[in-house]
């Protein structure tokens, strides 16, 4: 079992900046890709960025030069660096991680899901 906790969220005025981060844990064998979604009041939940296990990102347009996805593969800890926020950023930010779990004897892939962190941006 691959267990992710979020962290890094919170209130902020807009324009302000926050720094979500999760971490991955469990037999983990190998992790693929991992994500940030979001789903903001009353929307469905939304690719925000994604990062590969070699560190090729991909951003939704609407964060496009205000958000940073990075990763830290020893910690299996994947980052949201979030700059220049917009009351329509407010949402609960969820972490997205796939890949490989188990040991050398025996892997299966896996798709984890966070609980999620509230982020609320105030005008």
């Known amino acids: 079992q691959v267990r992710l906790l979020e962290s890094g969220g919170g209130l902020v005025q807009a324009g302000g900046s926050l720094n979500l981060s999760c971490a991955a844990s469990?037999?983990?064998?190998?992790?693929?890709?991992m994500g940030w979604h979001r789903q903001g009041p009353g929307n469905q939940r939304e690719l925000v960025a994604s990062i590969t296990s070699s560190g090729v990102t991909n951003y939704a347009d609407f964060v496009k030069g205000r958000f940073t996805i990075s990763r830290d593969s020893a910690k299996n800890t994947v980052y949201l660096q979030m700059n220049s926020l917009k009351p329509e950023d407010t949402g609960v930010y969820y972490c997205?991680?796939?890949?490989?779990?188990?040991?050398?004897?025996?892997?299966?892939?896996?798709?984890?899901w966070g609980q999620g962190t509230q982020v609320t941006v105030s005008s």
């Open positions: 997205n991680v796939n890949g490989l779990a188990g040991s050398t004897l025996a892997v299966r892939s896996f798709g984890s």
């Open positions: 469990g037999s983990i064998f190998r992790i693929n890709g």
